[in-house]
């Protein structure tokens, strides 16, 4: 008789934590979290998980008090949404932290930001949009320590998606941008409430 090895949440967790425990380097650290999280989806999580229910909102799985970036505390988030309306969501850093995104069914679109300078060291440097992530079930990607970016949920599907961040970002200040004008204003999500 043949078995059919599966990747359970346990095994997920540990494989985390290990990443932690492998790698110093951020980049590291988000490409191989991205690459368990994919494994994960594969196997049926979040919606296997005993943490993970039918009802739309936030869902802790798991909350770490040894691994982290830069300092302990990585946590795992699994969200169901329903449909979104259409906005403009605003961009945001995610301070010194990185940050995980994965969507599992239904679709959200990633957007990236930079400033562009020109090579007039007088202008101000332009707030512009870089790249458009369109994820769709199974696709994760990663925002690296700096980078800007926004989230926009499917405006017709239910989502469920995953959020691995690389410390509890309500411990962190970090920075949300203005599309049209390009400043930014500090801010913490233990206050305001932002992906
Ligand atoms: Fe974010």
Redesign the pocket.
Known sequence: MTQTAVYTEQQFIADLRDVFATHRDSVQQAHHVAALLRRAFENGWPENSEKFGDDNGTYEIYRDTEYGHPNPGFVVLAYRQGPQEIKRPAP?D?GYCW?AYGVKSGGNTQSRYAYVHTGDDVEMPSFQLVQTMEQGPGDVHY?LPGEI?S?QGSPTDETVYCRITSMDLDTVQRHRYDVESGRSAIFSSATTT??
């Open positions: 945001h995610h940050v925002i970016h989230v932002t992906p």
